[in-house]
């Protein structure tokens, strides 16, 4: 660590001792946090409206871009594409696409850690993308830039695993509210989609960031929501619950439509075999061809958003843009651009919602509200479907149209597009990305945790079985030189047939006329055995452990064949550190011969346990003359060797030469480790 982080770290520690303790210096910081967002978000609109005023100096209105040439509608796009094509590939690819499955990475697997530069090149990259008329939204960008202004305070600060985690989500919470004067919802987004926890220490430091971050947007422009033509929309008659129940269920439908399409198009573009940088000049070029016929699709969207909101438009023209909208939000997206996805899901459930709402207007005329009652809820809806979270749809449609009338239609349908929708498609439009990279999340919630988790991840080998016709003296030697409680007994086809425990043993010896040269094992076998499979979750694994009151259960493959077991003291582990957040955790050993003796062999954070290949630079050295202990911090903790029997296990030996092809079990700081191994090669 170089002297200024040093500094800077030692003097946090001060002003949080002078402040009194975490809480007060969390919340002080989420201050300094807030207004620092804010202003980043007024810069982030800025740059728009800056390369939106050269790129269409005509005005992006629909009325004018009816009137502009249609190679002034084709070129901007293009030239955006190939500016921010090389700035994302060569600088910060995260900058790429959507921006919130990245910081949900950060937070689920980097401990919170983004790097610094992709808060410039997000700011930069997006705000070309969207002011040359990039069909996508503002809001992912702003959250990836906050976010990344979060963790690069709290990374300057020494900042590390929750405490990070929370100044980012501060960072996310200011962007969000500043960018669309919604400050609860700035909150609830950190909280439902970033963060995914909440608690009081988490809770109260998003609130001041998002409100301090508000109040910087509302200086410059005025305390006024995204919408401000919205009627007044409300429930007319109950005639209308089953209609927006059926709202609600339609656009659980469309919101699927609109992940699948953008992710589908976002795949086909990874497999074009040309230069990634050179990919979004392309489908700039292909979303101003779109904008040809449909221009409605450039930019933002909301001048059409709020056409649908106020019951205006044509029935095919709203149906038509569902499609569209998907067709070019996924091009831009997926040949590179940088932009959120949450204004293009809004502008595809207001065309839904809009188009639904003229059909029940015209079926039902006089009865039903007008159809910008089912845009507005539409919106919501979709977005709810799409982002799987419902809550901060609902608070987001609130406060972007300062409607409260229609908030109980528009709950009612966002919670069933949830629910549809995630019955139907686990992932969301975020999760979905990220499934897709092989990235898995990890869950705030124990019980998703365990459910999510199988019991192949903690399976244990057993040492031996036997036969139903094992003589007793067998068994008895088993039980008592074996390494398990429990015996299984097997079948020729390795099914477990019956179970064999040791209180069974002392209750068949209690018996005065046992014959010990007739008893065998399939007669002190107790049975049937309760088994669980290689894919139940650890939920039900340790609830039949729990009914059972056994320490241990056997694991069955999918024939029914004997794989292992799994074990109360290994799930219990499995809690501690995946549940209880104990981020020391190492690698698991199990000492061969000896399975109930595994442990979990814990390192400091920050290092790790590698393999590292003896090359010929190494060959013939002795560990002493290496001292890698002094030189590099590193300490190795085993070696393992290759012979004609099989693997070899050694223990270190500081006067032994090393051998070509060995490989050294290391312990060490992660970045001396790499460098360690950069310079061995």
């Not at 995204?226 to 089953?242: D, K, R, T």
Request: with cysteine.
């Amino acid at each position: 660590m170089d002297q200024q982080p040093r500094f800077m770290v030692r003097t946090s520690a001060r002003l949080e001792q002078m402040l009194g303790g975490e809480n007060i210096y969390l919340l002080v910081l989420a201050a300094i946090i807030g207004v620092l967002g804010g202003f980043g978000a007024v810069l982030f609109r800025e740059l728009i409206e800056l390369f939106r005023s050269i790129s269409f100096p005509g005005g992006t209105e629909l009325t004018d871009l009816s009137q502009t040439p249609w190679y002034l509608k084709v070129i901007p796009p293009a030239v955006g594409g190939l500016i921010v094509g090389p700035v994302v590939y060569f600088f910060a690819r995260e900058a790429k696409g959507h921006g919130i499955p990245e910081v949900m990475n950060a937070v689920s697997n980097r401990g919170g850690q983004i790097r610094k530069r992709v808060m410039m090149v997000k700011t930069l990259a997006s705000a070309i993308t969207i002011g040359t008329g990039g069909s996508v939204g503002r809001e992912g960008p702003i959250v990836q830039i906050g976010s990344g202004l979060g963790s690069s305070i709290g990374q300057l600060l020494g900042f590390e695993g929750n405490r990070l985690i929370v100044v980012l989500g501060c960072g996310a919470a200011a962007g969000m509210a500043a960018t669309f004067n919604a400050p609860i919802a700035g909150v609830i987004l950190a909280i439902e989609v970033i963060i995914g926890s909440a608690s009081i220490s988490i809770f109260s430091p998003l609130v001041v960031s998002s409100v301090t971050g508000t109040i910087v947007a509302r200086m410059w422009y005025g305390d006024e929501p995204a919408f401000v033509n919205v009627p007044e929309y409300s429930l007319v008659s109950v005639i209308e619950l089953p209609l927006y129940v059926g709202l609600g269920i339609a656009a659980g439908l469309v919101s699927l439509l609109f992940i699948r399409g953008i992710c589908l198009l976002e795949d086909g573009w990874e497999k074009i075999p040309i230069y990634g940088w050179s990919k979004p000049v392309i489908g700039g070029a292909l979303v101003g061809a779109i904008a040809l016929v449909f221009p409605q699709v450039l930019g933002v969207g909301y001048e059409t958003i709020d056409v649908a909101l106020q019951g205006k438009g044509e029935l095919w023209v709203l149906g038509a843009l569902i499609f569209v909208k998907v067709l070019a939000s996924g091009t831009c997206l997926g040949s590179g651009g940088s932009g959120g996805v949450f204004a293009p899901a809004l502008f595809v459930g207001a065309c839904f919602g809009g188009a639904f709402g003229m059909v029940v207007e015209t079926l039902l005329p006089g009865q039903t509200a007008h159809s910008g009652a089912y845009a507005l809820v539409g919106m919501g809806a979709v977005l709810a479907g799409a982002t799987h979270a419902p809550i901060t749809a609902i608070i987001m449609l609130f406060e972007l149209t300062s409607n409260y009338t229609i908030i109980l239609p528009l709950m009612l349908s966002c919670i069933i597009s949830v629910v549809l929708a995630t019955r139907i498609m686990p992932t969301s439009i975020f999760t979905t990305r990220l499934k897709r990279r092989g990235i898995r999340l990890r869950s705030s919630s124990e019980a998703e945790i365990m459910r999510s988790t199988k019991v192949r991840r903690l399976l244990r080998p057993f040492p031996e079985t036997m036969g139903p016709e094992t003589p007793i003296k067998e068994v008895m030697r088993c039980a008592l030189t074996g390494t398990m409680m429990h015996q299984y007994v097997i079948d020729k086809q390795g099914r477990p047939i019956g179970v064999i425990t040791l209180p069974r043993l002392k209750t068949v010896f209690a018996e005065q006329d046992l014959d010990e040269f007739l008893v065998v094992a399939a007669d002190v076998m107790q049975s049937p055995v309760a088994t669980v499979s290689l894919d139940d979750t650890l939920d039900v694994t340790m609830a039949h452990i729990s009914r059972l009151d056994t320490a241990m259960l056997p694991v069955v493959d999918k024939h029914g064949v004997l794989a292992g077991c799994v074990t109360r003291h290994d799930m219990m582990v499995f809690f501690e550190h995946e549940i209880l957040k104990d981020t020391g955790l190492g690698v698991k050993f199990v000492p061969q011969g000896r399975p109930d003796e595994a442990e979990f062999i814990e390192v400091p954070e920050g290092h790790v346990v590698e393999s590292i290949r003896v090359t010929k630079f190494l060959s013939g050295q002795t560990l002493r003359q290496l001292d890698l202990r002094a030189t590099g911090g590193l300490n190795v903790v085993g070696i393992r060797r290759r012979t004609p029997e099989g693997v070899e296990r050694i223990s270190p030996d500081p006067s032994r030469p090393l051998g070509l092809g060995e490989v050294l079990i290391v312990v060490g700081d992660e970045r001396a480790v790499m460098s360690f191994k950069k310079a061995i090669i």
